[in-house]
C-alpha cells in the first residue's frame, strides 16, 4: 500500500512576494514508477487538477491557471514530488493533494482524478491580501 504526505502547506501574504513549496513523500512503493500529480479543492468547489510529472521528471503538464508560477518536480532518490509555487494568489487558496498513478504517462489523462489511485490527506495553502 503507497502512502503519500504532504507538507509545506501555510498562510503567505501576497504582499511578501507569495512563495511556497509543498513537498510529497511518499512510503510502500515503487515510486520512481508513478505518475505523479498536484490536484487542489477549494470551499465548495470540485477538485482540479493542477500538475503532473512522468516517472523520469522529463514531461509535465500544468493547469493554465498555474502556467508560469508553479513549478512540478521529482526526486526518486527521495520519493518525493514537489510544489513550487511562486506569484500566489488568493484564488490559489485551497486544500493541495498529492496523488500517484501506477501507470504510463502515454495516454494517461493527467487532468483526471479517476486515473490517481493513491492520495494524501493535504496540505492547506491560504493566501492572504
Known amino acids: 500500500q503507497v502512502q503519500l504526505v504532504e507538507s509545506g502547506g501555510g498562510l503567505v501574504q501576497t504582499e511578501t512576494g507569495g512563495s511556497l513549496r509543498l513537498s510529497c513523500a511518499a512510503s510502500?512503493?515503487?515510486?520512481?514508477?508513478?505518475?505523479m500529480a498536484w490536484f487542489r479543492q477549494a470551499p465548495g468547489k470540485e477538485r482540479e487538477f493542477v500538475a503532473a510529472?512522468?516517472?523520469?521528471?522529463?514531461?509535465?503538464a500544468s493547469a493554465d491557471s498555474v502556467k508560469g508560477r508553479f513549478t512540478i518536480s521529482r526526486e526518486n532518490a527521495k520519493n518525493t514530488v514537489y510544489l513550487q509555487m511562486n506569484s500566489l494568489k488568493a484564488e490559489d487558496t485551497a486544500v493541495y493533494y498529492c496523488?500517484?498513478?501506477?501507470?504510463?504517462?502515454?495516454?494517461?489523462?493527467?487532468?483526471?482524478?479517476?486515473?490517481?489511485?493513491?492520495w494524501g490527506q493535504g496540505t492547506q495553502v491560504t493566501v492572504s491580501s
Open positions: 496523488a500517484a498513478a501506477p501507470s504510463s504517462w502515454g495516454g494517461l489523462r493527467v487532468e483526471s482524478t479517476t486515473e490517481y489511485k493513491y
Open positions: 510502500g512503493g515503487f515510486f520512481s514508477r508513478y505518475v
Open positions: 510529472i512522468n516517472w523520469g521528471g522529463g514531461s509535465t
